[in-house]
């Protein structure tokens, strides 16, 4: 993959230079790998050679850092890595070592020198630049939304460097540039105001100046770093309760529930409730195994009234984080209503019960009553009832 990378990013460099270029591109043909080999370069669509007349590390430099390989290990003369073929295009080139490509170095004319393809020049580069180390300075590696994540960055090359860039696993762009000065090898980089965008793994690169006009190379990326950004949100809770109890209150003896509930769940978040009343606080917490939590009270007395508030609370990578606390929630604990109460109600049954008994005995009573009296005594009772209201219309109209 790094290498795949550094093939790329070399592709990258080398073609931007081909642009500048009027001799158009330099690479290295033979070696043992594609960062040492016979230099050749392009004139005319045409690949060729370069005399080793002068050739020094000052030139490998230059050709190493153009193609992205790192720096120079060695500068090779006497065609070490076997004759090419074609042109030799340049003679006795006399580099810097501040120039961005092969062709910007100055060539000497009129040298006398006489160049075969045995005196192909070659060189040997590190490869890629040497990654640099990503570490995290902050105490942890857990934040809360708005704190600031301090890395290093360091690398074990010396010179040329120019800036360090810090990168978020899957964002192309650096989210914390800092220059350096040439011979600095360890920066500070720090990411402030985190979000919980901002979680994921991180990584840092450095780049060197390698030529005139500057041309910046890039290294490979550092070893990845994860941080963990927590945003505890508001909790959020309500509370039932038997039916018969008015809006706020719950009655004393029956049960009620407090559920918590958080927008986003973290591993190891537990509920805290808290219940603020007139003597102290009280404080008791569940595991939060899922979103919403509750809290049973079996028969609520007048030590449960107060004010309840919900509080989500996270441990993670050894830091306690605690939400806001949720809204209060007002409960009044209420005797039971009089009218409704189970004495009232068992008095009212009893009354009840003993009226439907009378009733009942008194209609026996007079069935059983009416059915041992003779037809012929009834018919006489019925008469003299008769006779009576007879006797008494008389008075009246007397
Ligand atoms: C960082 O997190 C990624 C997943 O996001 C994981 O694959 C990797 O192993 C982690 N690295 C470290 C050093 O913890
Ligand atoms: C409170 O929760 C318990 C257990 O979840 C349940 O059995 C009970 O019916 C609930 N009480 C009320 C008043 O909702």
């Known amino acids: 993959m790094q290498s795949f990378l550094h093939f790329l990013l070399a592709g990258v460099f080398a073609a931007r230079w081909d642009g500048a270029s009027a001799l158009g591109g330099v690479r290295l043909a033979d070696g043992d790998n594609k960062c040492s080999g016979r230099v050749e370069v392009r004139r005319h669509d045409q690949w060729g050679t370069v005399c080793d007349h002068g050739w020094d590390l000052r030139e490998a430099y230059v050709v190493c850092l153009q193609l992205g390989c790192g720096l120079a290990e060695a500068a090779l003369p006497g065609a070490a890595y076997g004759a090419g073929r074609g042109e030799i295009w340049l003679r006795h080139v006399q580099c810097s070592g501040h120039e961005s490509s092969l062709t910007s170095c100055a060539v000497v004319l009129h040298s006398n020198f006489h160049c075969t393809h045995e005196n192909d020049a070659g060189v040997r580069c590190s490869g890629s630049l040497p990654s640099p180390t990503l570490t995290l300075l902050s105490p942890h590696a857990v934040f809360t939304a708005g704190e600031s994540v301090r890395f290093g960055c360091s690398v074990l090359l010396g010179h040329h460097l120019s800036d360090f860039h810090l990168y978020r696993q899957g964002v192309a762009t650096p989210l914390v540039t800092q220059r350096a000065d040439q011979t600095q090898t360890r920066v500070e980089l720090t990411l402030s105001d985190v979000e919980t965008l901002h979680q ?59 559920t918590c509930s958080t927008p986003q769940q973290y591993p190891g978040g537990s509920f805290q409730l808290r219940l603020i009343r ?8 569940l595991p939060a195994l899922t979103p919403a939590v509750t809290f049973t009270f079996p028969s609520a007395q007048s030590a449960d009234e107060g004010y309840y508030y919900c509080l989500y609370r ?20 209420r005797d039971p209503d009089p009218i409704l109460s189970p004495m009232v109600i068992s008095w009212l049954v009893s009354g009840l019960t003993l009226a439907v008994a009378v009733v009942v005995i008194v209609i026996v009573a007079k069935v059983l009553c009416i059915k041992e009296k003779k037809p012929s005594e009834l018919e006489r009772e019925t008469r003299t009832c008769v006779d009576n209201t007879y006797v008494a219309l008389s008075i009246n109209k007397l």
């Not at 007139?278 to 917490?285: A, E, K, L, M, Y």
Request: charged share 10%; aromatic share 8%.
């Open 314 to 333: 996270v441990q993670l990578g050894g830091r306690t984080f605690l939400s806001r606390e949720s809204q209060p929630l007002p409960i009044a604990v």
């Open 200 to 258: 994921g793994s991180y990584s840092c690169r450095y780049r060197i100046r390698g030529g005139f006009p500057s041309q910046l190379l890039g290294s490979p990326p550092s070893n990845a770093v994860n941080i963990t950004v927590v945003e505890l949100l508001t909790p959020q809770h309500w509370y039932n309760t038997s039916a018969e109890a008015p809006a706020g209150a719950v009655i004393k003896g029956h049960g009620f529930n407090i």
């Open 278 to 285: 007139s003597n102290g606080t009280v404080r008791q917490s």
